[in-house]
T-cell receptor, first 115, second 114 residues
Framework: EAGVAQSPRYKIIEKRQSVAFWCNPI?????LYWYQQILGQGPKLLIQ????????DSQLPKDRFSAERLKGVDSTLKIQPAKLEDSAVYLC?????????????FGPGTRLTVL | SQQGEEDPQALSIQEGENATMNCSYK?????LQWYRQNSGRGLVHLIL?????REKHSGRLRVTLDTSKKSSSLLITASRAADTASYFC??????????????FGKGTHLIIQP
């Protein structure tokens, strides 16, 4: 079974530039999550989708971050404009459905460096 | 905000010894999960314990949960070099509406010395 795919794996940009990350969840998984992991910390949830609808985006900095999952499969996360403090690994995860007892499967992440 | 706090932040032991990591959290939960993260395999789910369970085993892993103290522990027995990784506890606070995103702690970095 193929895992969660993410691209690019690494990205270096200058502050105030824009950047986008792509995620392809495990086939058949209805729920998709984006997490931000700053160096030395645990992942922090940014947004959760159920199919193509947003379930929770309470921790997404909406002035600069946006995410979409138009067809209920792939998802993109965008930062515009980027700040130095956005340097982190952005992890995408998926699960079969939104349930307290479903395992979340994580992708390899995209490491973003903002200079 | 981070819900769980792992203790210790770092742990170094000899191969074959047991490793114990603790996690404390702040709010009521539906379940608590432990994840492992290393550079080779990314973030991997290890075990889930429900709020009405007190202990759970999976291979060399043993997890306990004390909801009265809002704490959990992860025991790895007979450690191996491959167990070197960061270990995170993560909680599902069950805010409702299908929102089940996890809240992670800062992690315990475990080093197994050969």
């Amino acid at each position: 079974e193929a895992g969660v795919a993410q691209s690019p794996r690494y990205k270096i940009i200058e502050k105030r530039q824009s950047v986008a990350f792509w995620c392809n969840p495990i086939s058949g998984h209805a729920t998709l999550y984006w997490y931000q992991q700053i160096l030395g910390q645990g992942p922090k949830l940014l947004i959760q989708f159920q199919n193509n609808g947003v379930v929770d985006d309470s921790q997404l900095p909406k002035d600069r971050f946006s995410a979409e999952r138009l067809k209920g499969v792939d998802s993109t996360l965008k930062i515009q404009p980027a700040k130095l403090e956005d340097s982190a690994v952005y992890l995408c995860a998926s699960s079969l459905e939104a349930s307290s007892y479903n395992e979340q499967f994580f992708g390899p992440g995209t490491r973003l460096t903002v200079l | 905000s981070q819900q769980g706090e792992e203790d210790p932040q770092a742990l170094s032991i000899q191969e074959g010894e047991n490793a114990t990591m603790n996690c404390s959290y702040k709010t009521s939960i539906n379940n608590l999960q432990w994840y492992r993260q290393n550079s080779g395999r990314g973030l991997v789910h290890l075990i889930l314990i429900r709020s009405n369970e007190r202990e759970k085993h999976s291979g060399r892993l043993r997890v306990t949960l004390d909801t009265s103290k809002k704490s959990s522990s992860l025991l790895i027995t007979a450690s191996r070099a491959a167990d070197t990784a960061s270990y995170f506890c993560a909680t599902d606070e069950g805010s409702g509406g299908g929102a089940d995103g996890l809240t992670f702690g800062k992690g315990t970095h475990l080093i197994i010395q050969p």
